[in-house]
T-cell receptor, first 112, second 111 residues
Framework: SQTIHQWPATLVQPVGSPLSLECTVE??????LYWYRQAAGRGLQLLFY??????ISSEVPQNLSASRPQDRQFILSSKKLLLSDSGFYLC???????????FGPGTRLTVL | GNSVTQMEGPVTLSEEAFLTINCTYT??????LFWYVQYPGEGLQLLLK?????DKGSNKGFEATYRKETTSFHLEKGSVQVSDSAVYFC??????????FGTGTSLTVIP
């Protein structure tokens, strides 16, 4: 069966510090991968998606970046965090056409 | 463009009450439709789905029917429980394989 992992589960970082969040998927090949952010009490904002290794599409201009160094690994990064980067970050995967996305457990990021 | 609109929350119900959360969509072609549930502090879980018109998705007592004529996919449950308290998201996947989420509806069920 397929599983998706995210780490860390929680993170508290000072403003201006770097960020690296990791997402890995097991049990499937060549998935589409997604990073979402969810601000407190708000809906989902798609940040990045990837259809293959090294292929990243950005939905929202920001100080975040994403990379996909391996087929089932998706990394969200920042060189300098802002207060507004606080939120709940969710990774998701899907395969096939018009199929559902499956979500990881999320990372709660607090920037102080 | 494609979009999903769901009813504003929060919704508060007594245990065993009937639940309806409205969801309408705008899409070209024939999208797939989904309901997700998010419990506090967790990721989203797929609750149910429907891939073509008149399909009914169901799971854990929840149901939703894909209505192409009204472009709707309303979520219903006949008797809610305290454990159903969560945020519910309606979503669609279109023919371009793009995914669109509604803004979420918070449900609180009180004993």
């Amino acid at each position: 069966s397929q599983t998706i992992h995210q780490w860390p589960a929680t993170l508290v970082q000072p403003v201006g510090s770097p960020l690296s969040l990791e997402c890995t998927v097991e049990g499937t090949s060549n998935p589409n991968l997604y990073w979402y952010r969810q601000a407190a009490g708000r809906g989902l904002q798609l940040l990045f998606y990837s259809v293959g290794i090294g292929q990243i599409s950005s939905e929202v201009p920001q100080n975040l970046s994403a990379s996909r160094p391996q087929d089932r690994q998706f990394i969200l990064s920042s060189k300098k965090l802002l207060l507004s980067d606080s939120g709940f970050y969710l990774c998701a995967w899907s395969v096939g056409w018009r199929n559902e996305q499956f979500f990881g457990p999320g990372t709660r990021l607090t920037v102080l | 463009g494609n979009s999903v609109t769901q009813m504003e929350g929060p919704v508060t119900l007594s245990e065993e009450a009937f639940l309806t959360i409205n969801c309408t969509y705008t899409a070209t072609g024939y999208p797939s439709l989904f309901w997700y549930v998010q419990y506090p502090g967790e990721g989203l879980q797929l609750l149910l789905k429907a891939t073509k018109a008149d399909d009914k998705g169901s799971n854990k007592g929840f149901e939703a029917t894909y209505r192409k004529e009204t472009t709707s996919f309303h979520l219903e449950k006949g008797s809610v429980q305290v454990s159903d308290s969560a945020v519910y998201f309606c979503a669609l996947s279109d023919t371009e394989d793009q995914f669109y989420f509604g803004t979420g509806t918070s449900l609180t069920v009180i004993p």
